[in-house]
Nanobody, 115 residues
Framework: QVQLVESGGGLVQAGGSLRLSCAAS????????MAWYRQAPGKQREAAAT???????YYADSVKGRFTISRDNAKNTAYLQMNSLKPEDTAVYYC?????????WGQGTQVTVSS
């Protein structure tokens, strides 16, 4: 089962950008659908962006046009490019992997957007 480690979170001003990375260990990374979820204080965890094994992408309405999910199977890494960040994007961002073999979550990385 794949193990996931996120990086790239931090503090940024509104309108700024961040790129999150999710490094996966183990084999068969290309067989996993990858996703980024986020959880703001007092709110439920929600899916922000998903990329399938074929490269199809899906976004929550709240991030569409501002966030881009991508993957590099050669590097066993998924990315989330976040542009035009808003204070309401403040949350812990989690990487998620899903395949027939099972699912995995990363430990999360904090993103804070100041107004």
């Amino acid at each position: 089962q794949v193990q996931l480690v996120e990086s790239g979170g931090g503090l940024v001003q509104a309108g700024g950008s961040l790129r999150l990375s999710c490094a996966a260990s183990g084999s068969m990374f290309s067989s996993y659908t990858m996703a980024w979820y986020r959880q703001a204080p007092g709110k439920q965890r929600e899916a922000a962006a998903t990329i399938t094994t074929t490269g199809a992408t899906y976004y929550a309405d709240s991030v569409k046009g501002r966030f881009t999910i991508s993957r590099d199977n050669a590097k066993n890494t998924a990315y989330l490019q976040m542009n035009s960040l808003k204070p309401e994007d403040t949350a812990v961002y989690y990487c998620y992997a899903q395949s027939r073999a099972g699912t995995s979550w990363g430990q999360g990385t904090q993103v804070t957007v100041s107004s």
